[in-house]
C-alpha cells in the first residue's frame, strides 16, 4: 500500500532531505586523492548527530555505518575503510538521516582527482537519467513513464541499468510503497498520485548489468567488474509537480 503524504508531512520530510543534502556538500571537498572513506562516514555521522538527526543506515538490518560507500566497481552498500582513495576512481556516497522521525534519502557520484572520459561520461548519464526520470514524476502520469526515460537514455548511451537494487517509497521507513526497478515502458505501471513520496535513484554500468554480492553480505558490484556510478533524490508529488526534497 503506497502511504500518501500531507503538506506538512512532506515540510517535515524536507527538513531530513536537505540535511541529507548538507551533508554532500559538506563533504565534497573530503573526496580526493589520500582520503579514506572511513573518515568521510565518520564526518558525515557527526554532522548528522550534531543537526540532531540519526545517521539511518548505522545498524540498519545490520549494516553497521552511517553511510554507504561504493568505489569504482561497487555498485551499493559498499562499507567504508581506511584504503586510501586514488586519482582517477569514482564514488557513490549513499546517505540516509532520520529527522524528527522523517527519512531523507540521496546518493551521489563523486570524481576523486582527475578521472578517465570514459567515467566521466559514466557519471554524466547517470545524473541525466535522475533529471529525466524527475521530470517526468508528475500526479496522473505512470511510473513507466518515469522508469522507461531513465532505461532510453541509459541504453542509447551504451550503459546497463541494475534491475537487482531498487527505487522505493519512504516516509518514516525506508523502504514504502512503491518499490520499482528502472525499466519499463511509457503508460504503464502504477498510476502517480499527489502526495506520493520516493526515490528516483538509477545505477548504470558501464557493462553487464548484473551484480555480485560480496562475503560480507552487503557490498555489491557489477559482474564484469566495470565501473558504476549511481545518482539518487528523494521527491515528493504536488500539484505543481515534482518537489526534490533533497536538492543541493
Known sequence: MVI???KPEIEAMRKAG???AACHKALAPM???GGT???IDSFVEDMIVRNGGQPFTKGYKGYPYATCMSVNDVIAHGFPGD???KEGDIITIDIVARLDGWLGDSAWTYAVGNIAPNA???MRVTKECLELGIRRAMPGSRLGDITSAIQTHAEKNGFGIVRDLLAHGIGRSLHEQPSFMHVGKPGKGMRLKEGMVFTIEPMLTEGSHYMTID???WTARTFDRKLAAQYEHT??????GPLVLTAQ
Request: no cysteine; charged share 30%.
Open 235 to 240: 521527491i515528493a508529488l504536488t500539484a505543481d
Open 120 to 122: 566521466q561520461k559514466l
Open 215 to 217: 562475503p560480507d553480505g
Open 83 to 85: 584504503e586510501p582513495l
Open 4 to 6: 500518501l503524504k500531507s
Open 37 to 39: 572513506t572511513r573518515e
Open 31 to 33: 573526496v580526493r586523492p
Open 18 to 20: 536537505q540535511l541529507v
